[in-house]
């Protein structure tokens, strides 16, 4: 692992500053539309060409990006991607790359070709200003659940595995999860993009490949749901920048506790580096459908939660991916209802309602819009909409937060599916986040492995 793969530590010219006192933005615009509804059309344009980096030998090697995890946005409207590796057990330039993204091709291989670092961060420009992370990964054998992973699939050692959630606190700083094991890791970024590869977490909440199962291994649908320490593949969090209602401290951490256990859970802190168990809400349907209450995750699908997200209304907004709903509740855990992602509510065609209801991941991932995410539930914006990512669809859906209507799609399709891989087309948009100026960034995953950036349109720019 000496090879050019590490050189990223000082061959990026780290242009990121980020203040970690407390940002007051600038409000964003009220709706600009003579309609209301917000409209956006996609930037080909960006981001901008990933960097190149020189390796030992004096081989110039492009970035190449994995599947995008997450992305997150800080108090400067800089967009931080969290980064999947390669295919299993396959070699480039001598290093050993990692197994969840698509099989690398001969077109990624020459010209020579890296991996990006773990996390890379753009300006608003979508000029690539930091990256970071610990790109190291396992050479040995383990287990994962059932699954035995051999000697060469290259499982992350230090970050979590399966990167999967990130969020920019009030704070400034960064947080991270992944699906493939019990962590949550806390990153001071500025900290963090001088150590480039050597960059270590501030605070970590559960133990590495130790999960709240039996018998203690990592396991999809099948967590306890009870420890008090560990964590079972965490999908996403939120931080609090208020008072917690229970222990009255600023800074509690919501964790969307969801591909192994089936529950949100929060962590309280005093100090910003140590953690502590204290509530929980949400239980295991064991099923999915009709059947499951407002406080039931569905059991199966991928992610039960799959997001968690803080609003101005003081609530906390739960993903129930198998169930394409999401569930509300307040901080101290009380159902407050469901808002179900249901296409038969929009304007589209009744064909192009059935073909979205065939999708079975309607409620992947939320923002609110307007928003500003690293204020959760301060932020000061109305928070009319919520923009929600399509798994199963292929699009992602700006719904009216009050009626629970979808509006429009943010797709060139409109409100249809849109699957593809040419600009404002989706191939598993992942996770979404809207900026300070009301841009839309979009994360796609498995074959999509990019980032789209949708700006918003005022009312002139249409006929």
């Not at 290259?154 to 999860?177: I, N």
């Not at 399709?413 to 960034?441: K, L, W």
């Amino acid at each position: 692992m000496k090879n050019g793969r590490l050189l990223y530590a000082g061959a990026v010219i780290i242009a990121l500053v980020v203040g970690l006192g407390l940002w007051n933005p600038t409000h964003v615009k009220a709706d600009r539309d003579r309609d209301g509804v917000p409209k956006f059309k996609v930037d080909p344009f960006w981001p901008k060409p990933l960097p190149i980096t020189v390796s030992s030998t004096g081989v110039a090697q492009h970035w190449v990006t994995g599947e995008v995890g997450a992305n997150c946005i800080d108090a400067q409207d800089n967009v931080y991607t969290y980064n999947r590796g390669w295919e299993v057990g396959v070699t480039v330039s001598g290093t050993l790359d990692n197994n969840e993204s698509g099989a690398i091709v001969t077109e990624d291989e020459y010209p020579p070709a890296i991996p990006s670092p773990p996390v890379v961060v753009y300006n608003r420009e979508g000029k690539v200003v930091a990256a970071w992370g610990n790109p190291s990964l396992d050479t040995v054998s383990g287990t994962y659940g059932a699954y035995t992973w051999p000697a060469a699939a290259g499982r992350s050692t230090y970050m979590p595995h399966g990167a999967h959630g990130c969020f920019v606190d009030y704070q400034g700083y960064v947080w991270l999860g992944g699906n493939g094991d019990g962590i949550v890791q806390k990153y001071n970024p500025k900290a963090a993009a001088a150590k480039g590869a050597s960059a270590t977490y501030v605070a970590q909440i559960g133990t590495k490949d130790t999960c709240d199962s039996t018998p203690g291994t990592c396991a999809t649908d099948g967590g306890l749901n009870i420890s008090h320490t560990l964590l079972d593949d965490p999908a996403d969090m939120t931080v609090d920048p208020e008072k917690d209602p229970v222990t009255g401290t600023k800074g509690s951490v919501y964790i969307a506790d969801g591909y192994g256990n089936h529950r949100v859970v929060v962590f309280t802190t005093t100090d910003g580096h140590h953690y502590t168990y204290n509530r929980q809400f949400g239980t295991d349907c064991g099923t999915v459908g009709p059947s499951c209450t407002a406080t039931e995750f569905g059991h199966s699908g991928g992610g039960h939660p799959h997001c968690v997200v803080l609003g101005n209304d003081g609530n906390v907004y739960a993903c129930d991916r198998p169930n394409s709903r999401i569930l509300v509740f307040t901080k101290t855990g009380t159902s407050v209802g469901v808002i179900p992602v249901d296409p038969t509510s929009s304007t589209a065609s009744a064909a192009n309602k059935a073909a979205i209801l065939a999708g079975t991941m309607r409620a992947c991932d939320i923002d609110f819009y307007p928003n500003i995410d690293n204020l959760a539930s301060k932020s000061p914006t109305s928070q009319k909409y919520i923009l929600d990512t399509d798994l199963g669809s292929d699009n992602t859906w700006l719904i009216d937060k009050e009626s629970a209507t979808i509006l429009r799609g943010l797709g060139r399709c409109g409100i249809a599916p849109c699957p593809g891989h040419n600009a404002g087309e989706f191939a598993y948009g992942h996770t979404v986040r809207t900026d300070s100026h009301g841009d839309v960034y979009v994360a796609e995953t498995i074959t999509g492995r990019r980032l789209q950036k949708f700006v918003r349109v005022e009312e002139e720019e249409h006929h």
